[in-house]
């Protein structure tokens, strides 16, 4: 099922590209935008997703820890359940 999924999203992303290709808007400068765009949502997507602990950080005065050695400004505190 994956896989399928795998080639109909090829297939969709294929018959978008070369439909804007055909289009009389096409031009360079604007796919190099296009592509841009698309890298910096997927570094902002990866980088929030890493930056983000999971919740299987128990340590607290460990995890204050780190924040303060990445940002020294930055305090943490332990919400209630």
Do not use: E
Request: with cysteine; net charge positive; hydrophobic share 50%.
């Amino acid at each position: 099922m994956q896989f399928a999924l795998f080639i109909f999203s090829f297939l969709t992303i294929v018959g978008a590209f070369s439909a804007w290709r055909k289009s009389p808007l096409y031009s360079l400068g604007s796919s190099l935008k296009l592509v841009g765009a698309f890298l910096l949502i997927v570094v902002v997507v990866v980088g929030t997703s890493l930056a983000i602990p999971d919740d299987h950080i128990t340590d607290l005065p460990m995890m204050q820890q780190k924040i303060i050695s990445h940002c020294p400004n930055a305090s943490v505190h332990q919400s209630a359940p």
